[in-house]
């Protein structure tokens, strides 16, 4: 099913709206939830830990990609499409993988890769 009429994707399988943090990869439906999600990554990473630090008190754990999945699941409203390594990854393995990272250091930021036949597209990360 292509794009509708206001470049809306019901099928995310189908979507030009991908950003790629080079490990996991988002769809979305539409280009307004992808760049909200560009827009508040940063911020939602940064509240995130801060309610994890006073949950579990001096927690060293890095819940970046745990808050990014809480995110992503918060602004897209038509369903949930990921792939982890160029592979699809159900929305459980995708939690599982982010629980395990968590003893990480590293911390990979999101960049679009993809707009679509988008005149002004650009490959760009946000925020950084």
Known sequence: ????RNGIYHNLRESK???SNSEIT???SSKFYLNKFMDRYKKHREEF???ME????DSPFNVSVLADIKLYKTIEK???FASFQNARITENDLNQYALRSMTSRKTLEWVIIQYGKDKNFQ???VGV
Do not use: E, K
């Open 1 to 4: 099913m292509p794009a509708t």
């Open 17 to 19: 709206y991908v950003v």
């Open 26 to 28: 988002f769809y979305f």
């Open 49 to 51: 830990a801060s309610n």
């Open 54 to 57: 006073n949950l579990l008190a």
């Open 78 to 80: 038509r369903g949930f």
């Open 123 to 125: 490959q760009r990360q």
